[in-house]
């Protein structure tokens, strides 16, 4: 049992950043009905910049290791939605009224672009983040000791989670992005700014993508520039298993995924911990073709 409940915690930590990676593929298509392909890459510059922040500004050496990780993850998250906001700009709104097939070969392009760009500034030799700055002691819960970080990591993963659920549902902003996402032609008669609405939707997503990029770094001690395919993928099949375009149903299919495969590396094989996973999302789209909580794409009257 206790076997159990350290592979449940860690599949969770590791489900709360897949989740912070699929809202961003979410968010995108359910306003644009576009994958933007190139938001794996957006993680790992999020995953590079908090490392180079962290090593350069000795952040946590001056104003202490809880307080600088703090404002590291404000600065990757601001950053990164910088860099969001610009791809939208140049590789997504040109195209807009072009033929999807154009606006997929961008995000395709865009990917490549930023994978290799990343190669070329930081090289393409793995790099390592300081060891210590994160708690190495355990908690009792219920009987098991559980690593502290795993209950911290999945615990920001839902408050971020649930931030962006506030947002989208309890505030004006949202109000605008779920408009924009229903109609963007009646929205435009109802006064908002469609534009604006877009470049905020990917402001917004591949922010969550840095921070999730940043805690990936703190948590494995490690990354490489080609991090953001493998974790894009993942998070591209959790927010298809939970229902593309459904906020919820991306938080819910990370966190199921991250499960899912935890447990089967840990019960079965962790070579096939993938294959395992995929099978899984492939039996749940069989069941329910639209994902778990259904895909929230409404159709025009």
Same mark, same amino acid.
């Given at each position: 049992m206790e076997e159990f409940f350290q592979q449940l915690t860690n599949g969770l930590a590791v489900g709360g950043i897949y989740a912070l990676i699929a809202l961003g593929y979410t968010m995108v298509y359910g306003v644009l009905k576009l994958i933007n392909f190139a938001h794996g890459d957006l993680f790992t510059i999020g995953a590079f910049l908090g490392l180079t922040l962290l090593t350069s500004l000795g952040l946590t050496d001056s104003i202490g290791p809880v307080a600088g990780l703090l404002v590291l993850a404000v600065m990757v998250v601001i950053l990164v939605g910088v860099v969001g906001v610009l791809l939208e700009r140049i590789a997504y709104r040109p195209l807009r009224t072009s033929p999807r097939l154009s606006a997929v070969v961008s995000a395709l392009g865009a990917s490549i672009f930023f994978q290799n760009a990343v190669m070329l500034i930081w090289g393409a030799r793995p790099l390592v983040f300081p060891h210590g700055l994160l708690p190495s002691m355990t908690v009792n819960v219920l009987g098991v000791e559980?690593?502290?970080?795993?209950?911290?990591?999945?615990?920001?993963?839902?408050?971020?989670?649930?931030?962006?659920?506030?947002?989208?549902?309890?505030?004006?902003?949202?109000t605008a992005i779920?408009?924009?996402?229903?109609?963007?032609?009646? #929205?435009? !008669?109802? /006064?908002?700014?469609?534009?604006? &609405?877009? $470049? %905020?939707?990917?402001?917004?997503?591949?922010?969550?993508?840095?921070?999730?990029?940043?805690?990936?770094?703190?948590?494995?001690?490690?990354?490489?520039?080609?991090?953001?395919?493998?974790?894009?993928?993942?998070?591209?099949?959790?927010?298809?298993?939970?229902?593309?375009?459904?906020?919820?149903? #991306?938080? !819910?299919? /990370?966190?199921?995924?991250?499960? &899912?495969? $935890? %447990?089967?590396?840990?019960?079965?094989?962790?070579?096939?911990?993938?294959?395992?996973?995929?099978?899984?999302?492939?039996?749940?789209?069989?069941?329910?073709?639209?994902?778990?909580?259904?895909?929230?794409?409404?159709?025009?009257v």
């Open positions: 559980l690593p502290l970080i795993r209950i911290i990591m999945f615990a920001i993963s839902v408050l971020l989670m649930c931030g962006l659920y506030y947002l989208t549902h309890k505030t004006r902003i949202g779920r408009a924009a996402a229903i109609d963007q032609g009646a #929205a435009k !008669l109802m /006064g908002i700014d469609v534009n604006r &609405v877009i $470049s %905020l939707v990917f402001m917004i997503g591949p922010a969550l993508g840095g921070a999730a990029g940043v805690m990936v770094g703190l948590y494995y001690g490690q990354i490489n520039f080609t991090m953001g395919w493998l974790y894009g993928l993942k998070a591209f099949t959790a927010a298809i298993l939970g229902g593309i375009g459904n906020i919820p149903g #991306a938080m !819910l299919g /990370g966190l199921l995924l991250g499960v &899912v495969e $935890s %447990l089967g590396a840990a019960y079965i094989s962790i070579a096939w911990k993938d294959a395992i996973s995929f099978l899984v999302l492939i039996l749940i789209l069989i069941v329910r073709p639209t994902g778990l909580l259904g895909e929230r794409v409404a159709d025009k």
